[in-house]
């Protein structure tokens, strides 16, 4: 797994449309 995966994952349990912009990242 990934940091960056696990950084998502975490943000994304607290409810932060983070993962959308990593999403594009990836």
């Known amino acids: 797994l990934n940091a960056a995966y696990l950084a ?12 959308l912009k990593t999403s594009s990242l990836s």
């Open 8 to 19: 998502v994952h975490r943000d994304a349990m607290l409810g932060r449309p983070l993962w």
